[in-house]
């Protein structure tokens, strides 16, 4: 995966400031350039990348995305809410579709990473949103 991310950051002329490196994902920012690469792994040989303008967003933040589980019997169910992901989400000011970059999946996780990767998710949040920040204060 590094050697694929390092590809994808030199194809894309991007320097990074700020790097992670999860289980099927790896992100990279260039905060000069103001773009963020997203490189997600499709299977054990395959990648793929792509890179997020921030010129083009309107906000970032963390979200928690809950399913709804029946815990209960049969004959009496009890609905109970279970963390299904922790992701950063990226609006656009263009309107187009968000995206969402995982970062605990309970498919890919253990539920001890809970914690570890909501702070991580909540740092990125921080940088990016000081970032966009910047863009507001040139616009004004």
Not at 71 to 80: F, I, T
Request: aromatic share 8%.
């Amino acid at each position: 995966m590094l050697a694929n991310f390092s590809k994808a950051g030199t194809e894309n002329n991007l320097s990074f400031s700020a790097q992670e490196i999860l289980n099927n994902c790896a992100l990279g920012l260039d905060g000069i350039h103001r773009k963020l690469l997203v490189l997600k792994k499709i299977n054990e040989t395959n990648y793929n990348s792509f890179v997020i303008d921030l010129n083009d967003v309107n906000a970032c933040s963390k979200k928690n995305i809950y399913k709804t589980v029946n815990m209960g019997g049969s004959k009496v169910p009890k609905l109970e809410n279970h963390l299904e992901k922790i992701a950063l989400k990226f609006e656009f000011t263009d309107g187009r579709q968000p995206i969402e970059i995982p970062f605990y999946s309970y498919v890919d996780n253990h539920a001890l990473e809970i914690e570890e990767l909501g702070q991580k998710v909540k740092n990125w949040e921080i940088i990016i949103s000081q970032i966009l920040k910047k863009n507001v204060k040139k616009i004004a």
